[in-house]
């Protein structure tokens, strides 16, 4: 890894974590889930490969897991955003379907660059994360639109 992602890493562990267990997440970076009564609520950062950015993804899917249409079952204690389909996710601080895809930059480098980003991370889980989950409901445990 690059020193920037792991400094970037670092301020999300710092700043945006202790938040989230807050919220009632568990897991360990860069995958969270929050069970529900009737739904789990998931978030991953993904960062660019190519360096400099990160996404945040949230997801939900009922309580008991995710049925892939091909009858595939990830039960809730091991399902991730990534099993989920992309009809019950978002990537934070996009805007479908005008604008798909929002990337926190942490460039160029700077004094307060990661711990800023970790905060405009965190600021968009709380509102438009926490939206999402609340007003998105699983309708079905399987997915009808999951291609095989």
Known sequence: MSEPRDKMIEA?????????RDMGFRGSFP???????SQIDLLI???????????????????AGWTHRNGRHVPAEKVRVGDIS???????GSHPPKQAVHWFSFEPESNFIYADTALEALSLI????EDFWRTHKP??????????
């Open 86 to 92: 992309p009809k019950q996710r978002l990537r934070l």
């Open 31 to 37: 995958h969270f889930k929050r069970v529900r009564n």
């Open 139 to 148: 309708a079905m445990v399987t997915d009808p639109s999951w291609p095989h």
């Open 45 to 63: 950062f993904q960062f660019n490969r190519w360096g400099g950015s990160f996404v945040v993804e949230v997801a939900f899917c009922d309580s």
């Open 12 to 20: 999300l562990r710092r700043v945006a974590v202790p938040t989230l």
């Open 126 to 129: 709380r509102s438009q994360g």
